[in-house]
T-cell receptor, first 115, second 115 residues
Framework: GAGVSQSPSNKVTEKGKDVELRCDPISGHTALYWYRQSLGQGLEFLIYFQGNSAPDKSGLPSDRFSAERTGGSVSTLTIQRTQQEDSAVYLC?????????????FGSGTRLTVV | GDSVTQMEGPVTLSEEAFLTINCTYTATGYPSLFWYVQYPGEGLQLLLKATKADDKGSNKGFEATYRKETTSFHLEKGSVQVSDSAVYFCALSDTPAQAGTALIFGKGTTLSVSS
């Protein structure tokens, strides 16, 4: 597609429920990243996919968080047993071949509210 | 580890004032440096970038020069407009040997411009 597409744009869920957030990167971009943006906290790296390599999961805050990328394209970030501290904007970005020298293109994000 | 430090905001200016947002970094290699901007209600957009020492990135009247000796990448604009009101993020990506390493972001600086 023309840009990075994320869905849903807003999600309200009850504490303890599981949620799935979707990211559709720019066609042909091999690198895909998930970040979390909390009020006053800047951008927190969560996970990174590059081609067929094993993902870099070093930023995932707990084992309640997981992500997969099917067919090298669409990615889903799953949060199990949501907590109120999970409330944030979840941003997805993609890049042609990694961030160095290029940066990435971000989607508009999914605003998650856990009540 | 690598890190980015930005001046804390908010920065409040009158239209046509001069803007500087300070950014310094710590990196083990030779990073690429970026400024991203997030307008109200929108996702992050790449504003400008520089990939080696003494490079100057520029876009939309904004400029930033990669200063290796002071490990800085300060953002400047000679005459701000109300439409420049946004959150500005400084970021780095480390060396090609680690290509694909996620961008590391500062916490963001909120700019508010009044007419």
């Amino acid at each position: 597609g023309a840009g990075v597409s994320q869905s849903p744009s807003n999600k309200v869920t009850e504490k303890g429920k599981d949620v799935e957030l979707r990211c559709d990167p720019i066609s042909g971009h091999t690198a895909l990243y998930w970040y979390r943006q909390s009020l006053g906290q800047g951008l927190e790296f969560l996970i990174y996919f590059q081609g067929n390599s094993a993902p870099d999961k070093s930023g995932l805050p707990s084992d309640r968080f997981s992500a997969e990328r099917t067919g090298g394209s669409v990615s889903t970030l799953t949060i199990q047993r949501t907590q109120q501290e999970d409330s944030a904007v979840y941003l997805c970005a993609s890049s042609l071949q990694g961030a160095y020298g290029y940066g990435y293109t971000f989607g508009s994000g999914t605003r998650l509210t856990v009540v | 580890g690598d890190s980015v430090t930005q001046m804390e905001g908010p920065v409040t200016l009158s239209e046509e004032a001069f803007l500087t947002i300070n950014c310094t970094y710590t990196a083990t290699g030779y990073p690429s440096l970026f400024w991203y901007v997030q307008y109200p209600g929108e996702g992050l957009q790449l504003l400008l970038k520089a990939t080696k020492a003494d490079d100057k990135g520029s876009n939309k009247g904004f400029e930033a020069t990669y200063r290796k000796e002071t490990t800085s990448f300060h953002l400047e604009k000679g005459s701000v407009q109300v439409s420049d009101s946004a959150v500005y993020f400084c970021a780095l990506s480390d060396t090609p040997a680690q290509a694909g390493t996620a961008l590391i972001f500062g916490k963001g600086t909120t700019l508010s411009v009044s007419s």
